[in-house]
């Protein structure tokens, strides 16, 4: 701790609360360095490539390290869009120049632990970080085992692709040589988990290549739930664009797979009905991302209590949690909300270190989700903080018109692919 | 080390101004943060680089009264998503925005 910050606290003591905004604000020349301090954040993805970028341009004098094992991030947002045909896997693909360029020291190396009492972080090959704040933004860990027969080995045979990355490919892979006239099965998991409306635009977009390339295929989904994310729109557009060809069975319906036999490619549903796959695709039950574990933020449930104003960790002082490892409902797990959290977070980080309280929080969401290439449909929100707790703004937000013109699912076709193109910009600098 | 004198001198002699900056900015801080989701569809700072229309520059009158367009009964024509977001806002965070976005060049 600086010299300047010591006297600038016993400053504040005289001075009271109304003290901490003059000095930080309008002294630089005498507070130089106030407000600086190292920061870790630990996730490349939409959320922590965000909230290094956005603690970084609010105050340069923040030294900001962001750990990602990968050279490249690969976005699981729009890769359904791979599977439609529509886009390579590499115009998912983010690289972290612009995060350099602005000052944000990039190390690719995976984060091991967290010592949260000596406030340090461990990568593989043993070099340790010493923080103020940490910044945890880990994604998703799948819980291997959770659903029968689907462990690691298994999802090499019956991908899950729910992490962009070799998962994607296997299973583009698998479809591609699936002869016309095969079933593609996914089975979709309990709430909560990754991208709500993610496995129905799977769906979607497979049925599009089927329809354009394989049309005599069949695609089945086996729910776990009994309702999903903008379920009357799929349901709709379903039927509209691809006929017959998508079938949903709800848990009520026998829809709830309890056994994989991934070898097989067959899956066994609650009451013992088997359906067997030419390509079958498990989105399995998830917990957040390992390092959230070993830091002492992931609570029983397997996702991590944050405070809401702040997203600082409710169980540990001065480590905040974005994106889709929080206990963050009512949010979805959207790329789009972990950016948003990821402002949030960033924010009061930044005044944090410069003595000030956070500013008040504001959070929106918007979930684009394509049924055909012109045929899209939208989700969105806008939150706030009330009485503690994250509140959906009433009567804000909800989902595209039921009935609408073609025109009208144009745009949001159109639309989605705008805000992937402004998010990524957003996030990582790159142009899409 | 900066004397604590010196520091309490300087406060001392510029206090009103002080006061008014401080809490300025705090209401600032506030407009950055409102202002974070846009940036997912309008670009960082609100400068688009897709056809979403671009806010950055803008006269804060015009962006406050669309705004307040989105949010009322009669969105503007070809709205699809504005009108169900704009209604989580009220008319003294619209305006924050739409000073925020009209002074970001």
């Known amino acids: 701790m600086s010299t300047n910050m010591i006297s600038r606290r016993c400053t504040l003591q005289l001075l009271g609360g109304a003290g901490a905004g003059l000095m930080s604000l309008s002294m630089p020349a005498i507070a130089q360095g106030a407000g600086a301090g190292r920061v870790v954040v630990v996730g490349g993805g939409f959320g922590g490539a965000t909230a290094a970028k956005y603690i970084k341009r609010t105050n340069p004098k923040i030294q900001v390290t962001l750990v990602e094992p990968l050279q490249r991030y690969y976005t699981c947002p729009f890769t359904n869009l791979h599977f439609g045909g529509l886009r390579t896997f590499e115009q998912q693909g983010h690289n972290f120049n612009e995060l350099r360029a602005l000052g944000v020291q990039v190390v690719h190396a995976l984060a091991n632990d967290v010592d949260n009492k000596k406030k340090t972080v461990t990568l593989a090959g043993g070099r340790v970080l010493q923080y103020d704040k940490l910044v945890l933004s880990p994604g998703i860990d799948i819980r291997w085992g959770a659903l029968k027969g689907y462990d690691q080995a298994a999802a090499q045979l019956a991908p899950h692709a729910w992490q962009a990355g070799p998962q994607t490919t296997l299973l583009k892979q698998q479809l591609d040589a699936m002869p016309d006239g095969g079933t593609f099965i996914l089975v979709a998991p309990e709430n909560p988990f990754r991208c709500p409306p993610g496995p129905y635009e799977r769906v979607s977009m497979i049925g599009h290549y089927f329809k354009t390339r394989k049309p005599k295929s069949k695609i089945l989904v086996l729910d776990a739930k009994e309702n999903f994310s903008k379920q009357g729109l799929f349901l709709d557009g379903w039927k509209k664009v691809y006929g017959e060809m998508i079938e949903w069975v709800p848990l009520s319906k026998d829809g709830k797979v309890v056994r994989v036999d991934a070898r097989a490619r067959e899956v066994e549903t609650e009451f013992g009905k088997k359906h067997k796959a030419s390509v079958l695709n498990v989105v399995p039950p998830q917990k957040a991302g390992f390092i959230a574990d070993r830091a002492g933020v992931t609570a029983q449930s397997g996702w991590v209590p944050i405070k809401a104003e702040t997203f600082e960790s409710s169980q540990v002082a001065d480590i905040h949690v974005i994106g889709d490892a929080t206990a963050a409902a009512p949010m979805p797990k959207s790329g789009f909300v972990a950016n948003a959290q990821g402002k949030v977070a960033a924010a009061a980080i930044v005044a944090s270190l410069a003595g000030r309280p956070a500013p008040k929080a504001s959070w929106a969401n918007t979930c684009y989700s394509l049924i055909a290439p012109d045929y899209g449909i939208s989700v969105a929100n806008v939150y706030d903080v009330v009485e503690g707790k994250l509140n959906e703004i009433k009567g804000s937000g909800g989902v595209s018109p039921r009935e609408a013109s073609p025109e009208f699912r144009k745009l949001e076709a159109e639309y989605g692919v705008a805000w992937y193109n402004a998010i990524a910009n957003d996030a990582w600098g790159t142009k899409a | ?105």
Do not use: W
Request: some cysteine; glycine content about 10%.
């Open chain 2, 1 to 105: 080390m900066v004397s604590r004198s010196k520091i309490l001198g300087a406060i001392s002699g510029a206090t009103l101004l002080l006061i008014a900056g401080a809490a300025h900015a705090q209401s600032a801080g506030d407009a950055a943060v409102l202002a974070g989701p846009c940036a997912n569809c309008h670009g960082t700072d609100g400068k688009s680089n897709n056809k979403v229309p671009s806010l950055a520059g803008r006269p804060a009158p015009t962006l406050a009264a669309l705004m307040k367009a989105f949010k009322g009964e009669t969105p503007p024509p070809g709205t699809t998503i504005m009108n169900r977001l704009a209604k989580g806002y009220t008319d003294e965070q619209i305006e924050a925005l739409a000073k925020y976005f009209a002074e970001k060049k």
